[in-house]
């Protein structure tokens, strides 16, 4: 996918070498943002400028691996913003009140610990019917779902899993703890598919009732939003919902489409095209 944006040329050309050396699509994502990320790599490997960089991205593997991992942002928590989570209780009991399945859609879902947040909440909140949610969730990284599907997570320096999982009651029947270790029970794991999908190249899916965006938007270049809300849109269901990341925004164009739900927390509700 080719680029033609004012700015830096080296920049560019560092840009243009990712998208043939690198299993990653630059094109996607917001020139700020890929400046960003190359830039803490160009530091790390004291590099003056974008042309000493790309001769380092050419001799070493390890820095275009680095790079790689420094492009792909999996940043994720359990109850991420629980504010929204807080918000979404009572769309999830309406939901689970009023239709026999609910379908939700976690995508991107990271390393998994979005969708199985939405599964502790059903089977944590006495008025949801646990048994009626269905969650599909997907990502463009493989590493990122097979680490989804493994359900295990470390406590590190960095990362609080048990304050994280603060927002439940209590967290013993969903997750086994072992020391620093979380592992997510069955009894969770059950109600979550897991499966890659690019948002972008990929098609729809269909009658999704509960829909989280979340995290996604903010990296992409504007050229890809409004497809991608196609893609989202085309998904929902008739009242569906939609949740987007704290700082996101839907876009001009599909405004429309949706109707605020709880503002705060980016809760849309789909009322169908204009
Ligand atoms: C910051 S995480 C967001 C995870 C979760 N929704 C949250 O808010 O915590 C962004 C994820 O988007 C995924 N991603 C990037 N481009 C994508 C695309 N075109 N289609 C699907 N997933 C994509 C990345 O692999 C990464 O796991």
């Known amino acids: 996918m080719s ?78 913003d629980p504010d929204m989570w807080a918000d979404l209780r009572p ?15 976690s995508a991107p879902c990271s390393d998994g610990r979005e969708p199985y947040s939405l599964a502790m909440l059903a089977a944590d909140d006495d008025e949801v019917t646990e048994r009626r949610v269905d969650i599909l969730a997907t990502d463009i990284s493989e590493p990122a779902i097979a680490a989804a599907r493994a359900g295990v997570y470390e406590t590190t320096r960095t990362t609080d899993i048990g304050a994280e999982l603060g927002p439940l009651s209590e967290y013993e029947p969903y997750v086994e703890e ?5 592992r997510v029970r069955d009894r969770i794991k059950q109600r979550v598919t897991f499966e890659t999908h690019d948002l972008i190249r990929d098609g729809p899916k269909s009658d999704v009732d509960l829909l ?13 939003k409004e497809p991608l809300f196609e893609t989202l849109t085309a998904s929902l269901g008739e009242g569906g919902y939609l949740v987007v990341g704290k700082t996101e925004t839907v876009p001009p164009g599909c405004r429309g489409a949706f109707e605020p739900v709880a503002k705060r927390s980016r809760i849309y509700r789909y009322v169908g095209a204009d």
Request: proline share 2%; aromatic share 12%; hydrophobic share 40%.
């Open 3 to 80: 680029r033609s944006r004012a700015g830096d040329d080296g920049l560019e050309r560092v840009i243009a070498f990712v998208e043939d050396a690198v299993p990653f699509e630059p094109g996607y994502y917001n020139e700020a943002y890929l400046g960003r990320r190359i830039a803490a790599r160009m530091q790390r490997r004291d590099a003056a400028d974008h042309d000493e960089y790309l001769g380092v991205l050419r001799d070493d593997d390890d820095e275009r691996e680095a790079l790689l991992d420094a492009l792909t942002v999996n940043v994720t928590g359990f109850f991420r």
């Open 91 to 105: 769309v999830l009991r309406e939901l689970s009140t009023e239709r026999r399945r609910v379908n939700a859609w």
């Open 178 to 182: 072992d020391g620093t270790r979380f």
């Open 212 to 224: 989280f965006c979340r995290n996604l938007l903010i990296y992409i270049d504007g050229a890809y």
